[in-house]
């Protein structure tokens, strides 16, 4: 379970993970087909999964990561 925006009780399923590996993977500069490797994705799937969720402005994105890496290194995860 996890806590959503709204602070209430967020349930998230394997396929809510595997979703985010695709993403974590193609941000550690994976190629779309050792992604679908690792994450048993199709190829389709996995070039869906980066279409929705990829960022529009990288170097934007990559900084806002970094300052919640930071943020979280400092206070933690709380759910």
């Keep these: ?3 959503n ?3 209430e009780l967020d349930q998230k399923h ?3 993970l595997r979703d ?3 993403m974590l993977l193609d941000r550690a500069g ?3 087909l050792t992604i679908c490797d690792i994450t048993g994705h199709s190829y389709r799937s996995a070039q869906t999964i980066l279409k929705h969720y990829r960022a529009r402005n990288a170097a934007r994105a990559d900084s806002g990561i970094d300052r919640l890496e930071v943020q979280v290194r400092k206070e933690g995860m709380k759910s």
């Design 1 to 3: 379970m996890f806590v």
């Design 5 to 7: 925006g709204a602070g």
């Design 14 to 16: 394997d396929q809510d």
């Design 20 to 22: 985010a590996c695709v």
């Design 30 to 32: 994976c190629d779309l």
